[in-house]
């Protein structure tokens, strides 16, 4: 083998990049989407937050989208280990 790749990914633009992992693995969107979700509420209740100290209220805030990806994360690797080993047809073995 000579080491070079079949696909040259140097090439590929981030709209296509960001395509081509949708296709591989559409739960990391999701989770992507959830994280920018959680920092845009925080962001927000971030002018009311009240007496809270704002490192406090960052390291919450942290928590929470960091939950929220591997909630996601958890969540695709269910599913897939779902499809691959009780939906798949068992293979013959030689």
Do not use: W
Not at 10 to 17: A, F
Not at 77 to 85: F, G
Request: with cysteine.
């Amino acid at each position: 083998m000579s080491g070079k790749s079949v696909f040259d990914n140097n090439d590929e633009t981030s709209s296509g990049k960001l395509a081509r992992k949708a296709k591989e693995s559409p739960f990391m969107l999701i989770g992507l989407a959830g994280l920018i979700g959680a920092c845009g509420v925080g962001a927000y209740k971030f002018k009311h937050r009240g007496q809270m100290s704002p490192s406090v209220f960052l390291m919450q805030l942290r928590v929470i989208a960091q939950g929220t990806v591997v909630g996601c994360l958890t969540v695709g690797l269910a599913v897939t280990m779902a499809k691959e080993y009780l939906f798949s047809k068992p293979k013959e073995q030689v």
